[in-house]
């Protein structure tokens, strides 16, 4: 049947029969490989100064290169809600370097719903990798390269706290150590996949591919929003903790890595295109922010160089660093020359 078939193997049925495509199981893969295509197609376009020209990138591996972030994703919940790492199973692959996920534990939560939203965001993420996994064969499918998610005070937790102004010189931060500690782990990843995403919008023109990609960006944003929200109320239930603060922190240190593109506020594209969650204010009192939003109430984009720029902790173009030690696996693995 076409909908078991590889990604590999649809791809180049799909070049056989442009004009009779029917089966909407490939549709909906295309959605998804189509919305990683935008990503990486709109860098020169979204990136001040501009990167080196980007290669003309196949669908494959736009998909493996959404397939490691959710690696990334997935081993950071998994850790937190189980202890563990992914399972073999879930990680294994043909394209790249193999690595494991090191260095994360189980969070003790203390408050149930915290614990509750990490458990269901983490079986989120986990059928993200096995969806995304199963459009290819062994032999084309990218392998989780290695990650870094441990509390080492040089380690890529620390070093992305100590930018945002959260820990101190040869200060470690531990993201497993509270609650609080753990959702402000998160805030720094699900952020950038929902503006990951909605940087693939203008490019899609296919209604069904619309549909698909729009049904992932949502899922990514409630997981942000969710995040967004928690942080918030602990933030104003306890103002000494700094919650709020450190959103913003977290906020300006990813702007100062991901350039500083011409501002477009119909596309949702600006130098300063990220928030925290301190509320505003206004005629009718505290406005909070849950939403990052620009003026015309439309969230940020962001292409696959600057995401890079972001999880390797690096402003300058490079192929490896922060939560990826030794880099992405597959052809799209370079971050923006943003600085």
């Known amino acids: ?13 799909r070049a056989r029969r442009r004009d009779s495509r029917r089966d909407f199981f490939a549709q909906v893969v295309g959605a998804a490989a189509v919305g990683a295509t935008a990503i990486a ?11 080196t020209p980007t290669a003309t990138f196949t669908e494959a591996d736009v998909l493996n290169f959404a397939l490691n ?20 199973a879930d990680i294994g692959g043909s394209v790249g370097t ?29 059928a993200h990798v096995r969806f995304l ?12 390269p290695a990650i870094d998610l ?33 959702l402000l782990g998160a805030f720094l990843f699900e952020d950038v996949g ?39 109320r602990k933030g104003l239930q306890a103002p000494s903790r700094q919650l709020i603060e450190a959103t913003t922190g977290i906020a300006q240190a990813r702007d100062r890595l991901d350039g500083a593109p011409t501002a477009d506020p119909v596309r949702g594209i600006a130098p300063n295109d990220d928030q925290g969650i301190a509320p505003t204010t206004s005629a009718d009192g505290d ?21 890079l720029n972001i999880v390797y902790l690096n402003a300058a173009a490079v192929s490896s660093g922060g939560f990826f030690p030794a880099g992405v696996n597959g052809n799209i693995k370079t971050s923006a020359a943003s600085g």
């Open 1 to 13: 049947m076409p909908d078991r078939q590889p990604l590999m193997e649809t791809l180049e049925a």
């Open 41 to 51: 197609a709109s860098a020169q376009a979204q990136t001040t100064p501009s990167p």
């Open 69 to 88: 972030l959710e690696y990334l994703e997935a081993n950071y919940y998994a850790f937190a809600t189980t202890g563990a790492a992914l399972a073999a």
């Open 98 to 126: 193999a690595g494991t996920a090191t260095g994360g534990r189980a969070v003790t939560f203390s408050d149930p719903l915290v614990a509750q939203y990490a458990r269901e965001i983490a079986a989120d993420e986990l």
């Open 133 to 144: 996994r199963s459009q290819f064969s062994d032999v084309t499918r990218v392998a989780q």
């Open 150 to 182: 441990g509390t080492a005070a040089n380690g890529a937790f620390s070093n992305a706290a100590r930018a945002a102004g959260l820990v101190g010189a040869g200060v470690s931060f531990d993201p497993y150590a509270s609650d609080e500690n753990f």
């Open 194 to 232: 929902v503006t990951a995403y909605k940087g693939a919008a203008p490019l899609l023109s296919n209604a069904t591919y619309r549909e698909a990609a729009a049904g992932i960006l949502a899922a990514e944003a409630y997981h942000a929003s969710i995040i967004r929200s928690v942080l918030y």
């Open 287 to 307: 406005v909070s922010n849950i939403m990052p939003l620009n003026e015309n109430g439309i969230a940020y984009s962001r292409s696959a160089p600057q995401v």
